[in-house]
């Protein structure tokens, strides 16, 4: 019987981490952490070199917000998985840079971009976001905002919880994969 992968939820709930523009990726995640790829021990090292605080205060759930071109620099893809395994549930930003985008989308961490969401939050506030409606809500201060939403392809995926989870279930749809596939030697 082929096992059902993880989905990722589409409504968040969490505090606000604020930063600036251009925060890049090897502020997200410094180079000298690059020799290894496990969730666990990047998000031991998560924004250290802007935020000594991050990696030991964030909690799951938390949520992003930073204005332009988050995610810019290096295309790693180390970026957002040390944001995903330091429980972040999903960045807003303004803008975000597309490779940044892409790789996000593909590791399933939820990203949005909403300029005014990023000028109407401050640091510890509580955001609600419906990733479905495009709906954020700032609980703190009552305000809401509008954000885009994404197309279903888009969305498939983020349910899924990444591309290659996406990809698998298709596959085990079709019967051309197994549930649980063991690696080849």
Known sequence: MPSTP?????????RAWVYG???????????????TSDPAELAKHCMED?????AADVRAGDIIVAGNNFGCGSSREHA???LKGAGVALVIASSFARIFF????NIGLLI?????VVAGTAAG???QVDLTTGVITNATTGKTYQAQTYPESILHI?????????TRARLQRAGTVPADPSPTE
């Open 6 to 14: 993880p989905t990722i939820a589409t409504n968040v709930a969490g």
């Open 21 to 35: 523009d251009n925060v890049d990726t090897d502020v997200i995640i410094p180079a000298r952490y690059l020799v």
């Open 50 to 54: 802007i935020d000594a605080t991050f």
């Open 80 to 82: 957002p998985i040390a």
């Open 102 to 105: 892409r790789n996000a989308i």
């Open 112 to 116: 949005v971009e909403c300029p005014a």
């Open 125 to 127: 506030d509580t955001l």
């Open 158 to 166: 983020i349910r899924a919880g990444g591309l290659i989870a996406a």
